[in-house]
């Protein structure tokens, strides 16, 4: 069974940086695709980044339009684990931030969509005060 654990999240000042990751276990296959979600009291869980574990980040990383240019997603496959930089925080970025799996064979660009999404972790919180 899939697991995934967040950590990272914290408390930040507006413009500051944190570095979220997700480790991942109990794969059985190698091909997914992962994303970050994030839910804000009293509003739906929205798509923030997404990446498939054998594309290239670079050209296949998907990203929504309130955190381009600030949030970056990578991975480290050796370890099974996913990232999220994100850069210039914004209060707006408050949020329990959730990353999300599933398994699919074929590469390229991942659903930014949390109905398609079949493993959840728990999440971690992330506040940013102005």
């Known amino acids: 069974q899939v697991q995934l654990v967040e950590s990272g999240g914290g408390s930040v000042q507006a413009g500051g940086s944190l570095r979220l990751s997700c480790a991942a276990s109990?794969?059985?296959?190698?091909?997914?695709?992962m994303g970050w979600f994030r839910q804000a009291p009293g509003k739906e869980r929205e798509g923030v980044a997404s990446?498939?574990?054998?594309?290239?980040?670079?050209?296949?990383?998907d990203y929504a339009d309130s955190v381009k240019g600030r949030f970056t997603v990578s991975q480290d496959n050796a370890k099974n684990t996913l990232f999220l930089q994100m850069n210039n925080l914004k209060p707006e970025d408050t949020a329990m931030y959730y990353c999300a799996a599933r398994a699919r064979d074929s590469g390229g660009y991942c659903p930014s969509s949390k109905a398609w999404y079949k493993h959840w972790g728990q999440g971690t919180q992330v506040t940013v005060s102005s």
């Open positions: 109990g794969y059985t296959y190698n091909k997914y695709c």
């Open positions: 990446l498939h574990t054998t594309a290239d980040p670079t050209y296949y990383a």
